[in-house]
């Protein structure tokens, strides 16, 4: 009854996660005769998860990812350019701390993507808002907003993220008007938000992607100083993984 009760007022109360484990913790405190304060402290870390983990679902849901890729689940079997422990500094998501771009270079299907979505995941369980942005995709919203006039709305929302993964940057040459775009996506952020990008060619060869060499000069600038950089081999991982199961 005792137990109804409390179970009870902690849903009234919105304290979902006190509320799911309440009779597991009174068991457990009955059986170890725990101190009271013991038995509180126990559930107030039982609501904190529980609003952590409610968060970060929501976090990963709103960030777009394209795949469930986990930190967990790279493959360091082989040498895929990449050794544990840097894969382990990596997660502990030190570059976001220290405000550094992180730039993922590799060929395709050497896991640029897969590692770039488990790092996203990672922030968003975090409590770190984060956005993936295909780049093609992200052009696409640009020129859409812009014919709609909501253009700096649109700005405004890509910078609420802390993180924006900026996906295959690179497989094409970009307009002056979606250079200028980046321009300022990237002048908003810049010492204060964070960009991770993916990309198949390397920094020193984006400056061709662009059709003026100053705002070429402007952008690579913004995401090179500073940054982070990780270099992908091995091969195509879908490859040896064969028909059975394909990661992003």
Not at 46 to 67: C, H, I, M, N, Q
Not at 82 to 89: G, Y
Not at 162 to 178: A, N
Request: aromatic share 8%; hydrophobic share 45%; net charge positive.
């Amino acid at each position: 009854m005792i137990v109804d009760q409390s179970k009870l007022a902690a849903h009234q109360l919105r304290l979902f996660g006190m509320h799911a484990n309440l009779e597991r913790r009174a068991n457990e405190a009955l059986t170890s005769q725990m101190h009271p304060l013991e038995f509180l402290r126990l559930l107030f870390e039982d609501e904190a998860l529980f609003r952590k983990e409610r968060v970060a679902k929501a976090l990963a849901t709103r960030a777009g990812f394209r795949s469930a890729a986990e930190v967990e689940d790279w493959d360091s079997t082989f040498d895929r350019g990449i050794p544990k422990p840097r894969l382990k500094e990596l997660a502990a998501l030190g570059f976001v701390a220290n405000k550094e771009n992180l730039l993922l270079f590799g060929k395709t299907g050497e896991g640029k993507s897969h590692l770039a979505v488990s790092l996203g995941r990672r922030l968003c369980a975090e409590g770190l808002q984060t956005m993936f942005l295909p780049v093609n995709h992200l052009f696409e919203e640009i020129a859409a907003a812009k014919a709609a006039g909501k253009y700096m709305h649109l700005l405004r929302q890509f910078n609420k993220a802390k993180v924006l993964i900026l996906d295959d940057f690179g497989l094409r040459s970009y307009t002056h008007d979606e250079a200028t775009a980046l321009v300022d996506l990237l002048e908003d952020r810049y010492q204060r938000g964070v960009v991770i990008v993916t990309s198949q060619v390397d920094h020193r060869g984006w400056l061709k992607l662009f059709e003026d060499p100053v705002v070429a000069e402007a952008i690579v600038d913004r995401l090179v100083n500073p940054s982070q950089r990780v270099v992908l081999k091995g091969g195509s991982y879908r490859e040896r993984l064969g028909p059975k199961k394909q990661p992003t």
